[in-house]
């Protein structure tokens, strides 16, 4: 169905003249006869009895028409579902609890005009790229463990997240007591981080880590969620895990679980908001710069970045 013609038959049924529509569509009244005939001739019905005060609708016309505007109204939404500026700019965070979660819940409230639909994709920087390049998402989240050469020609990267790591340890364990502990303080101590998927680039990070530092980093054990994982260090005097700084957790106050800073050096983990250079979204642009203003390396502090996130 023509939808100008059905857009027509809708401005003449409201200003019951033809030649008040055409003025309120910016179209000769010439055109509004024939949009409507065409429409008639299309629904072989009549919707309009022409008088001399002007057009009035006939039973067809007067049943027609809240479809007519229900069909205008969705068009509308389907116009702004896809529409740059009026469709929600679609961000992967990979997990809500972590720090782009975070960061961009700061984001909306510094810009909450902009909608967002925020999404959790299973998936490694490699998936997560591809679903940029193909628009599923506008953007996403990951650590870039590739030089750009070999990125997609439309798929640009910019590093906004240095994320500091703590140590989550139950109130028996060892380093319970600490404000702060060190790389080399964690290597005698086993950090139990189950279910680590082998080939991601969180899981080529943790290996240049544990290398690093000479760090015990067990991966055993079957995924029962982080609750069940929080349970278990909480009850445990010898079980520590890594944990993001920002990293959003909850347990019960009975757990009296600790998060420690590491420090001297900080193991940073480098995650690039991914975009594609062409999407024209007005949002894209809103949140690069807020996450840019965002990121800042504390004066003088010591760090630590695995080989393929070094300058």
């Known amino acids: 169905m023509d939808l100008d013609a059905v857009r027509t038959f809708v401005a003449a049924a409201d200003a019951g003249q033809f030649q008040d529509a055409a003025a309120a569509l910016s179209i000769t009244q010439q055109a509004v006869s024939k949009r409507i005939a065409a429409l008639e001739k299309d629904l072989e019905v009549r919707l309009f009895t022409r008088t001399a005060r002007g057009a009035r609708l006939t039973i067809d016309g007067q049943a027609f028409l809240p479809h007519a505007r229900e069909l205008l109204r969705v068009a509308a939404r389907a116009d702004a579902s896809v529409r740059p500026g009026r469709r929600a700019l679609r961000v992967d965070v990979h997990s809500r609890r972590i720090a782009p979660a975070v960061l961009l819940q700061d984001f909306h409230r510094t810009q909450p005009r902009i909608e967002l639909d925020v999404v959790t994709l299973d998936a490694d920087f490699h998936a997560a790229t591809a679903a940029v390049e193909a628009g599923t998402v506008d953007a996403t989240f990951h650590a870039v463990t590739v030089p750009a050469r070999r990125l997609p020609g439309a798929i640009r990267t910019a590093r906004v997240i240095d994320e500091h790591h703590e140590i989550l340890v139950g109130p028996r364990h060892a380093l319970a007591g600490a404000r702060a502990v060190t790389p080399a303080q964690l290597a005698e101590h086993r950090i139990w981080m189950p279910g680590m998927a082998a080939g991601t680039e969180w899981s080529a990070y943790y290996d240049d880590l544990a290398a690093a530092f000479g760090l015990t980093i067990d991966l055993v054990g079957p995924v029962f969620g982080n609750e069940a994982l929080m349970a278990e260090i909480a009850d445990s005097a010898e079980l520590a895990t890594l944990v993001g700084e920002r990293s959003r957790y909850l347990w019960p106050d009975s757990y009296d679980l600790r998060r420690i800073p590491v420090r001297d050096p900080a193991p940073i983990y480098p ?26 390396d504390p004066p003088g502090e010591q760090v630590w970045l695995p080989k393929w996130a070094q300058p």
Do not use: E, Q, T
């Not at 690039?272 to 979204?281: A, K, T, V």
């Open 271 to 296: 995650m690039s908001l991914i975009w594609r250079d062409d999407n024209p979204h007005p949002g894209l642009g809103g949140l690069r710069d807020f996450l840019g203003s965002r990121r800042a």
